[in-house]
């Protein structure tokens, strides 16, 4: 029997394995966890509505902004904040990285978005449109709408930002392993809701267009809401902040500065040749870099093409931003159904392998069924018809279905699985190879998927043009995933079976903590 069970009876270990007197650390550290994801959930949506509907832009700008302007400005903040984190204490360098996005998102619905047709340079841009080849269209795009693309930049760090270094990083450097062991699963069930909650106030936001006067701006007035939720939530966060600094590490039944600098380890810093070099000795490390690489790659791949459909299905602005608030309500709510009956249950009946391979079949089957609807639409158009809808609905509705279930899958399977491949590994491999991986699966993933795109729209013109050529190589892509994957499982049986021979499986539950914080701390996070 294990220790919760020892503490809490077999029911309550499951359900709320928390003591009464802990509530007074676990509360603030899930409001911050949740107040920081509403704040991704509603600059994702309103970064992907700016872009993909501004004049002369769309879902081809996305892999040149993201190679371009986001991969660039977050080395740089990076090593500022590398810098900075040598001067200032930890809540000030906190404060320090926080007050900065706050302050920008005030300012760009208050002073940059009123002020873009004297800011952006359409003049110049239209030189450009007729001179450079429809290829470069991606990189007119980011200097026509230059206000649009620091805010995508902006929403995007805050992924990273607030929620995997900040966060993450306060949560591992407060949190016993002991609690974390009962608390990591929480903060990420609890968070969840944010994605419910911020889904339907973008709604919400986005729809009070019907109240406004004529002449008035509706997406303006919706931009004024968001990001004034956005200010205020962000606030509130700085608030919670100093709250558990000033009334939690102060309680010695939470934190204890002492028995932290005892039990923290450091975590080794691998340029990428190093990754490389450390992944090339270890067959097991690279199947992992590989799933972890193909995940980055596939998704990136389809939401490009969707969000395209999206711009064509909802030009408006308003409409956009309902469509994706919708959008987020919904994967709140699969994500919780599949984290709470769905991920555990199948590493438990099936095992590891079959449990790896549910994440790239469904986004292979999804995917083929999505790209093979889009190409292949006009030989449907009677079908279609006899059904009440039109091509371009259908084709939203299936890419809406495919970014939800391969989201929900990644959260529920992807992750656990993913983090469970490192149990059987000793120590030095545990540690190394995820950095490892973390370098080289997770940044080339997101990465690798923007190159392949901007080569695609140089070499053919428009998304239209390459969806075939995306459709095929997603296709190569999931089916070396499922071959890594396939791999990995026999090298994981062995690997388990070496250290544990009286037991050849390993429980989910020395990996459904970890799990929840992985699912967080990457899709930040993408998203995309």
């Known amino acids: ?50 872009v993909v509907t501004a004049p002369g832009g769309g879902a081809e700008v996305i892999p040149f902004l993201k190679f371009w302007a986001v991969l660039p400005c977050a080395v740089i903040f990076m090593l500022i904040y590398a810098k900075l984190s040598n001067k200032l204490s930890k809540p000030q360098l906190f404060y320090t990285a926080v007050l900065p996005f706050l302050i920008f998102f ?234 709470l009956f769905v991920g555990g249950n199948v590493i438990r009946r099936f095992g590891w392998g079959r449990a790896a391979l549910v994440t790239p079949v469904v986004l292979l089957i999804t995917g083929i069924a999505f790209f093979s609807f889009i190409i292949f639409r006009d030989n449907l158009t009677g079908f279609i018809a006899s059904i009440g809808t039109t091509p371009l609905m259908l084709a939203v509705i299936f890419g809406t279905a495919q970014n939800i279930m391969s989201k929900s899958a990644k959260y529920s399977l992807f992750d656990p699985t993913k983090e469970m491949a490192y149990i059987p590994l000793d120590q030095e491999q545990k540690v190394k190879g995820k950095a490892a991986v973390d370098v080289v699966g997770a940044r080339l993933g997101k990465s690798g998927g923007a190159l392949i795109q901007q080569g695609l729209i140089l070499g053919l013109g428009s998304i239209a043009a390459m969806t075939p050529y995306v459709g095929g190589i997603l296709l190569f892509i999931i089916l070396m995933w499922i071959i890594a994957a396939k791999s990995l499982n026999k090298q994981f049986l062995v690997q388990t079976a070496e250290t544990a021979p009286e037991d050849k499986t390993v429980s989910v539950k020395d990996v459904e903590p970890a799990s929840k914080v992985e699912a967080k701390t990457e899709e930040a996070p993408s998203t995309t």
């Open 1 to 50: 029997m294990s220790q919760s069970q020892n503490e809490f009876g077999k029911v309550r270990s499951i359900l709320w394995p928390i003591h009464g007197f802990e509530l007074k650390k676990l509360v603030p550290m899930v409001l911050l966890f949740f107040l920081i994801l509403f704040n991704y959930t509603v600059l994702r949506d309103t970064k992907d509505t700016l």
């Open 106 to 339: 005030a300012l760009f619905a208050t002073v940059l978005y009123p002020a873009r047709d004297y800011l952006h340079p359409n003049a110049l841009c239209d030189t450009l449109q007729n001179t450079l080849p429809a290829g470069a269209s991606g990189f007119i795009a980011i200097i026509r709408n230059w206000t649009y693309s620091i805010f995508y930049v902006m929403a995007e760090l805050w992924g990273s930002v607030a929620l995997s270094l900040l966060f993450w990083g306060f949560a591992n450097d407060i949190t016993k392993v002991s609690e974390s062991k009962r608390f990591y699963s929480l903060f990420g069930l609890f968070a969840n809701f944010s994605l419910i909650i911020s889904g339907w106030l973008i709604q919400w936001a986005s729809k009070i267009r019907a109240s406004l006067p004529v002449g008035a701006d509706p997406w303006q007035v919706s931009l004024n809401y968001l990001m004034g939720m956005v200010v205020l939530s962000g606030l509130i966060i700085v608030g919670v902040y100093w709250w558990i600094n000033r009334y939690v590490l102060t309680d010695p039944r939470f934190y204890s500065q002492d028995e932290r600098k005892k039990q923290k380890k450091s975590k080794p810093k691998l340029s990428i040749k190093e990754s490389f070099l450390y992944l090339t000795r270890s067959k097991y490390l690279g199947c992992i870099a590989i799933l972890v690489l193909c995940y980055g790659i596939a998704i990136n791949l389809i939401e490009v093409t969707w969000k395209s459909q999206l711009k064509i299905q909802f030009p408006d602005p308003n409409a956009y931003s309902t469509f994706m608030g919708r959008f987020s309500q919904i994967t709140g709510v699969v994500t919780i159904f599949m984290m």
